[in-house]
């Protein structure tokens, strides 16, 4: 969690018309707030979290607390008051904007085959980004597509012997579509790709098992590359894209592999 | 019904620990209970007890609209909006004891508070 967050009040007195939250995430915990009074709520342009919950006070609810829920979809405009002067019921706590997001993300998962010894497992931590407009305006909530490149294969003290792993893990939350680019320059070694589709859930963490697996596929030394196109019409939705490299015998070399990795995401499916 | 050694680990056994006592239409008792018990830990003047403050907030608005697990009549087959609301219930006890576990591990709160929390879920839930 980004804490302190940034302050809405620094925003106003600074006369800008909007507040950006604008912040790795931590744990699907995470809770933010605003003390300012709204025109509208919307995604940020770069977040991973596709729907976030805002809490604010109504005079006309029970506990004087509504909730409203912001997508890429659906931003929210129209005056709120924060209320700071009154209080939420029966807590007692005063009124505010609460926000926080619906999706769950839990980085302590790890897939059922995990084996520290021979498994190196990297997170791309999800972006929280949501705005605050401080006076009315035409909302679009759009969010950007997000590219990652990866242009080695991490070394694995292991890989010499083959069957060492590195796990990806990326955001998916809402994404429709993804495009996943393999290529492997390697002169010496195989590389297995698998590529799953995880949902996070609260209990056991991830929704497991090979349902979520959409593609297997080898590589081999200075193989021609691949392209896996994933469509939510065809492969469903999932929080998070989970990219499985199983190294193969390197014939004595070691340090880094050049396998390279280039995925796209994106909320619109092409 | 087991009892957590941290706030990570309730966290993960929050729909499991829920699930009975929603059986046992003692759900709404014992949430209102947890947010009692913790409330005094959390001023809401001390800046940084602000985002459990918030979570608390949020859990004491919700706990009156917690329904009992035979809804509209026992064994009628039907359950109107029961399975709803114990879902946000475990979602918002979840999320509490997730966002505190990682929140007093960066020392935001106290050692004290974290365990206050962990105390009343294990008094409550466990």
């Known amino acids: 969690m980004g804490y302190p967050q940034p302050d809405p009040d620094q925003y106003t007195l600074g006369g800008q018309t909007f507040w950006r939250l604008n912040t790795l995430l931590v744990s699907d915990g995470d809770m933010y707030q605003s003390k300012q009074g709204s025109g509208g709520f919307a995604i940020g342009p770069d977040s991973d979290i596709a729907k976030v919950n805002i809490a604010y006070f109504d005079d006309q609810v029970p506990g004087l607390m509504n909730q409203i829920a912001i997508s890429p979809q659906r931003p929210f405009g129209g005056t709120m008051f924060a209320r700071n002067s009154s209080q939420y019921l029966p807590s007692q706590r005063p009124g505010r904007f609460l926000i926080w997001p619906d999706e769950i993300y839990n980085p302590d998962w790890r897939p059922g085959d995990f084996d520290p010894g021979n498994y190196r497992l990297d997170f791309i931590t999800p972006v929280l980004d949501v705005v605050e407009y401080f006076a009315p305006i035409g909302l679009n909530a759009s969010r950007n597509d997000k590219e990652y490149l990866f242009q080695e294969l991490p070394d694995n003290a292991n890989a010499a012997g083959g069957g060492a792993i590195w796990g990806l893990l990326i955001p998916f939350y809402g994404r429709r579509y993804a495009s996943i680019f393999t290529e492997n320059f390697d002169t010496h070694m195989t590389v297995q790709q698998h590529i799953y589709g995880l949902t996070y859930c609260e209990s056991s963490s991830v929704l497991t098992g090979d349902s979520g697996l959409v593609e297997v596929q080898a590589f081999t030394p200075m193989a021609a590359a691949a392209i896996k196109v994933i469509k939510a019409s065809i492969s469903g939705m999932f929080d998070a894209l989970f990219l499985k490299f199983t190294y193969g015998s390197d014939n004595g070399e070691t340090g880094t592999s050049d396998v390279v990795i280039r995925v796209r995401v994106s909320d619109q499916e092409v | ?126």
């Open chain 2, 1 to 126: 019904m087991a009892p957590a050694a941290n706030l990570l680990e309730a966290a993960t056994k929050t729909p499991s620990n829920l699930l009975p006592l929603w059986e046992a239409s003692t759900l709404q008792a014992k949430v209102i209970a947890f947010w009692q018990a913790i409330d005094p830990e959390f001023p809401d003047e001390v800046d940084s007890n602000q985002p459990v403050s918030n979570w608390i907030a949020i859990i004491a608005a919700f706990a009156p609209s917690i329904l009992d697990y035979e809804q509209p009549a026992p064994n009628s087959g039907v359950g109107l909006n029961t399975q709803a609301t114990f879902q946000t219930t475990v979602d918002y006890i979840y999320r509490l004891c997730k966002f505190a576990y990682y929140y007093a591990a960066q020392g935001l709160i106290s050692a004290t508070q974290a365990a206050a929390i962990l105390t009343a879920y294990n008094a409550q839930f466990a």
